[in-house]
């Protein structure tokens, strides 16, 4: 087995999360702290929202090194796609396969690239619920992350690195609102 | 010295740090929808063990790093700004984030790396995630904080 084909294989949790803590320790050591959030803010600044309203009045050349790391975060999804591609759709438990069914989702066949990423049967421009649901689901992110100063690298990687107790009560936030909707709502949205 | 601005090398670093990012991100599995609908139905141990780990180590090494007064590469020290404190605004907002974020199936980074491996919806994902930000800026002295 070649390097390539080692690194294309899924990775382990332990390592990936390893990773992960890689990416934190090299942004702190650059003087940064991690966090990918604040690009939307960033965006809403470059878009001049700043002369509207001073909460996106920010110095965006301090700003810099977080477009181009978000920038760098799309390449690194194109190299994903193509050179590290898995050769197989991500292995899901059977128990989520099955209550995927009462979704309505056909694991793996509902993303139609095969990756087991995204469920494109839901989530694509002919489907209006789809869109509504990307809609949605875009803007309590973005509404929520900023509400809260910070996402799931913010807080969940990085506040919590820095054992941050606002971070962690946060994150305690994320999963009640990941339980109602996964729990309570989905089941009902999608099978509508 | 600019403390602010990176300059053009630095900034190729931090890009570098990102393609990394994205290439973890997705090898990990945790840009899956998918992924995120079983951990929050609590039927793999996946992304608690990648969360998890990610934590531990992360703690020891920004523990390690203030302890050693490591100087940043901006010639700072490694420390941390807390937010102040506000059990109302962590949990409302955390809620509300974590609505979106089982809905999508994915948070910030991985709407990036998703529009990177060529899911187009993610392009309507993020400029929904900028009008959702936007909104806040504009209400947000009406929030509890």
């Known amino acids: ?45 470059i878009s001049g929202a700043g002369k509207k309203n001073t909460f996106f009045n ?32 991500v292995a899901i438990a059977d128990a989520t396969v099955q209550s995927l069914k009462g979704l309505g989702f056909d694991y793996p066949a509902s993303d139609e690239k095969g990756l087991g990423f995204v469920p494109t049967d839901m989530y694509n421009f002919e489907n209006l619920k ?32 820095h054992l941050q107790i606002s971070s962690l009560i946060t994150v305690i936030g994320f999963f009640i609102g990941g339980l109602i909707m996964t729990h309570l709502l989905m089941p009902i949205f999608f099978t509508l | 010295m600019n403390q602010n601005t990176e300059k053009l ?30 951990m929050f139905r609590f039927e793999s141990f996946h992304m608690f063990g990648i969360i998890g780990t990610a934590v531990v180590i992360g703690a ?6 203030k302890k050693s007064n490591v100087k940043t590469l901006r010639d700072t020290a490694v420390s941390y700004t807390p937010m102040s404190f506000s059990l109302p605004r962590h949990i409302i907002a955390g809620t509300i984030f974590g609505l979106g974020w089982a809905l999508v199936g994915s948070c ?5 790396i998703l529009l990177g491996h060529g899911y187009w919806m993610f392009a309507l994902v993020i400029l929904s995630a900028i009008l959702g930000t936007y909104t806040y800026g504009v209400i947000k002295d009406k929030l509890p904080h």
Not at chain 1, 8 to 28: E, K, R, Y
Not at chain 1, 73 to 83: E, K, Q, R, S
């Open chain 1, 58 to 89: 920010i110095n965006l050349k301090d700003e810099y090194w977080r477009m181009v790391f978000v920038l760098g975060g799309i390449v690194g999804g194109i190299i994903g796609f193509t050179l590290l591609k898995s050769p197989e759709p």
């Open chain 2, 108 to 112: 910030p980074g991985p709407m990036y």
């Open chain 1, 1 to 45: 087995m070649n390097i390539i084909e080692m690194i294309n294989q899924p990775w382990h949790w332990a390592f990936s999360g390893a990773m992960i803590a890689l990416v934190l320790i090299l942004l702190t050591w650059m003087g940064r702290s991690f966090g990918v959030s604040m690009s939307f803010r960033n965006i809403c600044s």
């Open chain 2, 60 to 65: 020891i090494a920004m523990f390690l790093m």
């Open chain 2, 9 to 38: 090398p630095r900034l190729i670093a931090f890009f570098a740090v990102g393609i990394l990012f994205g290439i973890i991100m997705t090898k990990s599995e945790a840009i899956s929808w998918f992924r995120i609908y079983e």
């Open chain 1, 130 to 161: 789809g869109v509504i649901f990307a809609i949605l689901g875009g803007f309590l992110v973005g509404f929520g992350s900023r509400y809260g100063d910070g996402c799931t690298s913010g807080h969940a990687i990085s506040g919590l690195s």
